[in-house]
């Protein structure tokens, strides 16, 4: 299944959650973290050992992602460690500023040789032509190691590929596995 998952910030440059169940889940899970603190500092069982959830990366949505230093921020920001395998776009304006949306494309056959390779160019190309996207960022996640897999190598010099002869660019590729994210240029996964 391929899903979007939507961005937006809110006016004090917060990362908001898209509104929905999990939402109210996220919410009311956190009135009732409160609850417990409250009844456990108040003389009760200290069931939460009184610690505050993790808070919400802020982000300026303004920010330009000028430098590789931007780049890496952002994206660990965003995606810490590996859930499932799946390739993520992040899409930058002619300012290198992050648009609101990044897209998930899911259901990655094992091996790149085995995908329409030209079906993402594609995409990038519509997208372009028909909300401005300037530059691409990629994020190869999958869990495991942060060592590269051929599969990884042939997927990430595929993707930083993809803006060749194109009205677009395509800034970095990343890999995100269970110890983070690092990024790959081409030299990096050079393939032949």
Request: with cysteine; proline share 7%.
């Amino acid at each position: 299944m391929t899903l979007v998952a939507d961005t937006t910030y809110d006016h004090d440059s917060t990362l908001t959650a898209p509104a929905g169940p999990a939402a109210g889940l996220a919410a009311a899970a956190g009135l009732a973290a409160a609850g417990l603190a409250a009844a456990g500092s108040a003389g009760g069982a200290d069931l939460l050992h009184a610690e505050a959830p993790p808070a919400v990366p802020r982000y300026d949505p303004h920010c330009r992602l000028t430098t590789r230093r931007d780049l890496d921020d952002r994206v660990e920001g965003l995606l810490p460690t590996a859930v499932v395998r799946q390739l993520w776009l992040l899409l930058l304006d002619a300012d290198d500023v992050q648009m609101p949306a990044m897209i998930p494309i899911g259901d990655l056959p094992l091996r790149q040789g085995d995908a329409d390779g030209e079906g993402v160019g594609e995409l990038l190309t519509t997208l372009d032509r028909e909300f401005g996207v300037a530059s691409f960022v990629f994020v190869l996640e999958r869990p495991g190691s942060p060592d590269l897999t051929d599969d990884d190598r042939t997927w990430l010099a595929h993707v930083l590929t993809l803006g060749d002869g194109r009205p677009f660019a395509v800034r970095a590729a990343y890999l995100c596995h269970d110890d983070g994210v690092t990024q790959y240029q081409r030299e990096d996964v050079a393939v032949g």
